[in-house]
């Protein structure tokens, strides 16, 4: 039995995947009969480097995908090696969870409206302070560079790895290295950068590296803060493949694998930016250095965590105000009246999107959860067999979903199965898997293995050692995992859409409809119900192991 | 072990493929025999598509993007269920390409005749794309007895889709109008020409934008200047390789250059689409901004979205005009169906209704005076919100140029102003 | 009851072709064989080979035989072997009692009135709902040996059992740990690097 779930990992993997890269190689080379091509050429490529401004678009691209996961890791070190238990540190730890269940869309959507010249911020200041009775003309979001589109991810980002960090901390026993460093006088910022971070590191590697690839080819967030003239490669590519000009579908397939190549390229500088850093590290660890930056390092963290938190939470704030707002004209600094009319008005369907949205959460983050415990508990009964074709969990996040469920829609309907949710909850176990694997895999990995020693020398064959010891003893993390997948599921749109040909309505469908042409008041009240189902994970994944362990320290301390 | 393991573990990943391969090999020689066979038995006996569409399920996508479209649609499933025991399920689409998508997959994939969607809500570009494409079911729009209700032998734009000949391959639902609205309190006097927006650009420096191209809305306002602008305006109903493209638009980037220093952020960047255009205004951002929807700055309005100072007008000289159609596609799984939805929705009763600003505020694809006494009485009795346009506003029509225009400006536009 | 015994016969670990540890050997019930030696020199892969954890960049000849049946060929749990490390190692979700009750076989009657029976004897009275969190470093060491004693092993295998505790608590384990090893007539193989272990251990003593 549990030999097969890395084959049926591996399948449920490849099938789409492969399937979805033929359906955008094959027409990227001129081959898509359905529009009446069926002769191979290079021409959708020339098209493709002809495009106007496709240069910068690719180059803002790859910047993005390397800039980044460099700050937020940055920052996310940082705020951990200063981590003192203070009321502040605790308050971002509790927030992390929650802010990570708001959607890319909805965050970035958020932010926009807090920054923008027009924003809820120059509202506050204004007119009393800034003098502005209309908005100042002022060139904030969607700037040419992509520095918005940049920070919004970044300020998104740093839960995410800030919670990957977090779940795997315990195992390293941060504490008693860190007392190890200072009692050779390094001070306590440093002795955690050369003592916890080197360790940490590889832990957080696979999130890491899908950070890389989210943010060099993201497409919501590109849209709302990311420059338009030229947009990101990502955006572009779903202008191309939304084209009613069904040929351009061959060019956006060319634009989907030069994607993928950009993607890939954003992994091997980082790679490389990996080497480079490491061997500083090591010459600055060499030199022993224990006293200097201690207090910038400390405080450049702290800073960078509190502005990400801020204004995501901020984000949040603002959508609220926004879902229960009346008219609010500049430069009021608020709503001249509040009104339930955004709730009444959209929420009178809302049964069915949500039972929809929960059964096929629930389902495809059950059936991701189970496959990748089954692979990575038999990966440990039959040692070295690792998941070895690991660039398949990338695949999902690599390839631009237009294109890649192009290709999965054609499958399914080669094999005359019906639309409906069975195809959705798998559709979404596609993009629910890698990240379920990459938040649980190396967690399971790095279990002391002599927990496992103990309890079978006890006599406790393997499925008793998993059960009553490993499963309960990563809980938390299985349960973080969980929560994480339940979020990506319910954030999916087009292979939702597209996959259910319509016929299964969420909660994301429906915000991702209305928001297309609705109102800002109606847009964040979406955004607020796309929000609360994965919250509802996250705080139970939170719950749970704190309320079965609450007399379990050790355990506590882990959670 | 855990070597054997893994090969059977790969061998089988590659089998995997393999097969995935033979079928797509096998769905793409399906498809290659199968395309051109689609045009079945136009519906001549009404009764019998009745009969027929009895009990069927029809998949209707249509973009969801406004509230009051889809409670209008709510009410149509409503009266079809009752009428017609037909089930009308609404498809939100947040895109018409998503409809288009997932019939060229059926395509590709060689499903013929059990598609998922049934009818969509399209016009103009998209029209011309999936009707080139063979993706279409017809003709079947001239046998539905409402059809009648239109005139079309005295209304030729029911006939004609952004200059391509419908051929009876749609059937038209709602008048589409470009209008402009603004905010009376910031503006004294709107533009009333497109020559004129510069001056008054020059006025209210930072006072509008227009959606970047190649959002339709963008592309719009780049059709209506061209006419406008160039001498050669009879030009844009042939196709655009007919006639000398630089010439014909030299006028148009001429403009161009000069009005965007004038824009928003001084034209360096552009919103994403109508509703992020409108969304500027409603920050007070913008004092002046357009729609395809004559009901678009009324339903701003009543939301509270848009200050009640806001009026809405059409340009001197006309605005660009279309009309929304409905199309089923090739492999419709439930054609009959499809058709009795469009009949319903092109009854006096449905069109009345959409007129109405208490429900849709939208124009009537109808010809009011071929209709009988009574329902053309109720037609002409419907109110009108104070920031809709007049009647007489929405008079002057311009019709849309030959749909190949439309790339070839978002080409040229793209060329001319992406680069910073 | 007969008497247990050990016996490694042949027994050679090599690591990429390099010989660490040879040896061939009987443990009888009551015996303490120690294994002394400097860390890296494979004492610990010695037991994590007879106790069926062999890590696989190790290879293993030679045979395992515990009381006359050969057991390197038998999965860990059915061997019999069991392991006691320097940390104690206490499963952090279960309480006291359920650590015990987790190493008890599962045909046993009587679980609760025996469990009471032993946390007394080993004057750990009224702790089995305690959460081995707030355990002082004796007392889950204690938890520990008897976790050990109650799985019922047929050997058993000590990983430098006593080397994380305080000098004056070690003797005193030490001598709790060896004293209930004896009694049970159990053959020991004891890994440490401290001669004192070897020396309180009394038995033949294998340096590497």
Request: neutral net charge.
């Amino acid at each position: 039995m549990l030999r097969t779930a890395p084959v049926v990992l591996g399948i449920l993997m490849a099938g789409p995947v492969v399937l979805g890269l033929l359906l955008v190689i094959l027409p990227a080379f001129g081959y898509l009969p359905a529009v009446g091509r069926d002769e191979f050429s290079t021409l959708p490529w020339r098209e493709l480097f002809s495009a106007p401004g496709i240069q910068q678009s690719a180059l803002l691209s790859l910047v993005s995908g390397l800039v980044t996961p460099i700050i937020a890791l940055t920052i996310v070190m940082l705020f951990l090696a200063g981590i003192s238990g203070s009321k502040l540190d605790r308050l971002i730890r509790r927030l992390v969870s929650p802010l990570l269940a708001i959607p890319h869309a909805a965050a970035a959507f958020g932010l926009a409206f807090l920054i923008a010249p027009s924003g809820f911020l120059a509202r506050l200041v204004s007119p009393a302070l800034s003098g502005w009775q209309r908005p100042p003309d002022l060139f904030i979001i969607n700037d040419p560079l992509g520095l918005t589109m940049m920070a919004g991810l970044v300020t998104k980002e740093i839960p995410f790895l800030l919670l990957m960090a977090l779940a795997a901390l315990p195992q390293l026993d941060p504490g008693r290295r860190v007392m190890m460093a200072r009692s050779l006088g390094y001070r306590p910022v440093l002795a955690w950068l050369f003592t916890v971070a080197p360790a940490l590191y590889p832990m957080i590697r696979l999130p890491l590296f899908a950070v890389i690839a989210f943010a060099s080819s993201v497409v919501d967030v590109a849209i709302i803060l990311g420059p338009g003239l030229p947009a990101t490669l990502s955006v572009r590519i779903l202008g191309w493949f939304s084209d009613p000009d069904l040929s351009l579908r061959l060019m956006a397939s060319a634009g989907a694998i030069l994607q993928v190549i950009i993607s890939l390229t954003a992994v091997a500088c980082w790679l490389v930016l990996e080497k480079m850093v490491g061997r500083i590290w090591r010459y600055w660890t060499a030199r022993g250095q224990r006293r200097q930056f201690n207090g910038a390092l400390l405080i450049s963290g702290r800073v960078g965590i509190t502005v990400a938190v801020m204004l995501l939470s901020a984000s949040v704030v603002v959508l609220t105000i926004n879902a229960f707002a009346g008219p609010w004209r500049f430069p009021a600094s608020l709503p001249a009246s509040w009104t339930w009319q955004h709730w009444v008005s959209t929420t009178s369907t809302l049964a069915t999107p949500v039972a929809n949205t929960l059964l096929i959460s629930l389902t495809s983050t059950a059936i991701a959860l189970v496959l990748v415990l089954a692979t990575l508990e038999n990966e440990q009964r039959h040692g070295s067999s690792r998941f070895t074709a690991l660039w398949l969990l990338y695949m999902p996040m690599l390839v631009p979903q237009v294109a890649f469920i192009f290709g999965l829609v054609v499958f399914t309907e080669t094999m005359t199965w019906q639309p409906g949710i069975w195809l959705v909850i798998l559709g979404h176990c596609v993009f629910v898997i890698p990240y379920v694997f990459l938040t649980l895999s190396e967690t399971y990995r790095r279990l002391d293995p002599r927990w496992v020693h103990m309890a079978r020398s006890l006599g406790a064959s393997p499925n008793r050692v998993f059960w009553r010891i490993r499963l309960p003893i990563l809980l938390g993390t299985a349960l973080t995992a969980s929560a994480i997948g339940m979020a990506v599921s319910v954030g999916q749109f087009l292979p939702t859409q597209l996959l259910g040909a319509g016929r299964v309505p969420t909660v994301t469908t429906e915000a991702v409809a209305l928001a297309s042409g609705g109102s800002r008041n109606v847009i964040a009240v979406w955004a607020l119900l796309q929000s609360l189902i994965p919250a509802a994970g996250f705080i139970l994944a939170l719950a749970i192991p704190r309320l079965l362990w609450r007399k379990r320290r050790a355990m506590q301390e882990s959670a | 072990m855990p070597v054997i393991c893994i090969l059977t573990y790969l061998t089988r990943v590659a089998s995997a493929a393999r097969q995935h391969l033979a079928v797509l090999a096998g769905a793409v020689l399906t498809l290659a025999v199968a395309a051109p066979a689609l045009a079945a038995s136009a519906p001549k006996d009404w009764s019998q598509v009745l009969q027929q569409a009895q009990g069927q399920t029809v998949y209707f996508n249509a973009w969801g993007g406004e509230a009051r479209t889809n409670a209008y649609i709510n009410w149509a499933a409503e009266q079809l269920a009752r009428e017609y025991g037909v089930t009308l399920q609404h498809v939100k689409l947040s895109d018409t390409s998503e409809a288009v998508s997932r019939v060229l997959a059926e395509r590709q994939a060689g499903n013929a005749d059990n598609g998922a969607i049934d009818l969509i809500w399209l016009n103009g570009e998209n029209f011309a794309g999936m009707q080139s494409n063979d993706l279409l079911f017809g003709p079947w729009a001239e046998y539905l007895p409402n059809f009648q209700w239109v005139d079309a032998d005295n209304n030729p734009d029911m006939r004609q889709d952004f200059t391509v000949a419908v051929n009876g391959y749609e059937s038209p639902w709602l008048r589409a109008h470009l209008v402009f609205f603004y905010d009376t309190m910031l503006i004294e006097q709107p533009p009333g020409t497109i020559p004129e927006l510069l001056t008054w650009a020059r006025k209210y420096p930072g006072e509008f934008t227009y959606p970047r191209p190649p959002d339709f809305l963008g592309t719009t306002f780049l059709k209506q200047s061209l006419m406008e602008l160039t001498v050669y305006s009879s030009a844009l109903y042939s196709p655009v390789g007919d006639s000398h493209f630089d010439t014909v638009t030299e006028p148009l980037w001429r403009y161009l250059d000069q009005l965007h220093p004038l824009l928003l952020r001084r034209g360096r960047t552009f919103p994403a689409s109508g509703a992020g255009m409108r969304r500027l205004m409603s920050d007070g951002e913008t004092a002046l901004a357009f729609s395809f929807s004559p009901s678009e700055a009324p339903i701003a309005v009543t939301n509270g979205e848009l200050p009640e100072t806001v009026r809405s007008y059409t340009l001197h000289g006309g605005t660009l005009a279309n009309v929304s159609f409905l199309a089923i596609p090739f492999n419709a799984a439930n054609k009959a169906g499809a058709m009795v939805v469009a009949n319903f929705l092109l009854s006096p009763e449905a069109q009345h209704r959409a007129q109405d600003p208490d429900f849709l505020g939208g124009t009537s694809v109808l010809a009011v005076n071929s209709l009988s006494s009574e329902w053309q009485q109720r037609m002409r009795q419907t109110r009108r919100h104070p920031a809709a346009p007049s009647p007489d506003d929405l008079d002057r029509r311009l019709a849309e140029p030959h749909p190949s225009w439309i790339p070839a400006l978002e080409q040229a536009w793209l060329k001319r102003y992406s680069q910073p | 009851m007969s008497e247990h015994y050990l016996e490694l016969r042949d027994l050679k670990l090599t690591l990429a072709g390099r010989t660490l540890i040879h040896v061939n050997t009987v443990v009888r019930g009551g015996e303490v064989l120690t294994v002394m030696g400097p860390s890296g020199s494979g004492k610990s892969t010695l037991l994590a080979a007879i106790a069926g954890f062999l890590p696989a960049a190790f290879t293993m000849q030679g045979e395992v035989w515990l009381d006359g049946t050969r057991i390197d060929p038998v999965p860990a749990e059915q061997r019999g072997v069991g392991l006691l490390f320097q940390d104690p190692l206490l499963f952090p979700h279960m309480s006291v009692g359920g650590n015990l009750r987790f190493a008890m076989p599962s045909g046993e009657q009587d679980k609760t009135a025996r469990l009471k029976a032993q946390l007394d004897e080993m004057n750990l009275g009224g702790f089995s709902d305690r959460d081995p969190a707030t355990l002082s470093g004796g007392q889950k060491a204690r938890v520990a040996l008897l976790r050990l004693l109650l799985s019922q092993p047929r050997a058993v295998l000590l990983d430098e059992p006593f080397s994380k505790l305080d000098t004056h608590l070690r003797n005193d384990i030490r001598r709790q740990v060896f004293t209930r090893l004896t009694q049970a007539a159990l053959p020991c193989l004891l890994v440490t690097h401290d001669a004192e272990d070897a020396a309180a251990a009394g038995g033949q003593v294998i340096e590497l």
